[in-house]
């Protein structure tokens, strides 16, 4: 089992950005396929981002194709997410995962992202 840990959300304006990290313990996750989710109030958990593990291969929720970056360094046994033009509608919680094919796992604590418009 890995222990994830997100970090970088706070308050920003529409049109700004932010720079979320998770920082992987308890085993290297430089083999495991990683993702990005967000959980707005009210609302359902959202898939926003994925990579596979050797950081080649991404794929992006349509929200914030074009926005958003995901990405990680093996090596730092970390995983980003670079946030641009934020939106109030990006406003959640997100949290990072490792991905076992059939579900994603070892959910961290999450980090709140809040855009003001």
């Known amino acids: 089992q890995v222990h994830l840990e997100e970090s970088g959300g706070g308050l920003v304006q529409a049109g700004g950005s932010l720079r979320l990290s998770c920082a992987a313990s308890?085993?290297?996750?430089?083999?495991?396929?990683m993702g990005w989710f967000r959980q707005a109030p009210g609302k359902e958990r959202e898939f926003v981002a994925a990579i596979n593990w050797r950081g080649t291969s991404t794929n992006y929720a349509d929200s914030v194709k074009g926005r958003f970056t995901i990405s990680r360094d093996n090596a730092r046994n970390t995983l980003d997410l670079q946030m641009n033009d934020l939106k109030p509608e990006d406003t959640a919680i997100y949290y990072c995962?490792?991905?076992?094919?059939?579900?994603?796992?070892?959910w961290g604590q999450g980090t709140q992202v809040t855009v003001s418009s």
């Open positions: 308890g085993r290297r996750v430089s083999s495991t396929p």
């Open positions: 995962a490792a991905n076992y094919g059939a579900q994603y796992g070892d």
